[in-house]
């Protein structure tokens, strides 16, 4: 069986979270733990024993090709050193492991942005398609991000640089 403190845990230590989207979270993480993939897949990235984050990602029930990513929690010392990169990276390869093109959402807010590391969902290729200011409360915004994926489209990326 998963232990899932240490999730939790690690949701906690990121500050951005509020009480009541923690145990959202928990829920979540215990839907996984009984039967991983139907709905929640988690995914998480390591740095020897510690857990340097983890995401939690859902098939959208009513299309055949969305997700979205639940929660994307980031140990605080690992902010801005790869780990949000990798496991968006890993979340990608995940959803093309059996999708051939796939829609990947993820709903967040400023202080959820900033404690993964602002900016690095525009770095990864997510548009912004939804934004309502002071949303959770006066300086914490909503924001809704978007990425269309498609298998093999880094490897013909790379295939057409070569080329040059």
Do not use: N
Not at 27 to 50: F, N, V
Not at 70 to 97: F, H, R
């Amino acid at each position: 069986m998963i232990d899932l403190s240490e999730y939790e845990s690690l949701a906690r230590e990121t500050g951005a979270f509020k009480d009541i989207e923690l145990e959202i979270l928990k829920e979540s993480l215990l839907a996984w733990q009984r039967r991983p993939g139907a709905p929640y897949s988690s995914l998480e990235l390591r740095d020897g024993k510690i857990l340097a984050g983890f995401a939690v990602l859902c098939r959208e029930g009513s299309t055949d090709h969305t997700f979205d990513l639940q929660a994307l929690c980031i140990e605080p010392s690992y902010v801005d050193k790869g780990v949000t990169a990798g496991l968006l990276g890993m979340v990608e390869d995940e959803i093309l492991s059996t999708e051939s093109s796939a829609i990947l959402r993820f709903e967040t807010s400023k202080r959820k942005e900033a404690a993964m590391g602002s900016g690095i969902l525009a770095e990864r290729g997510f548009a912004l398609i939804g934004h309502i200011p002071d949303f959770y409360a006066t300086g914490d915004d909503y924001y809704m991000y978007a990425k269309h994926l498609r298998r093999g489209s880094a490897e013909e990326g790379a295939e057409t640089e070569e080329g040059r």
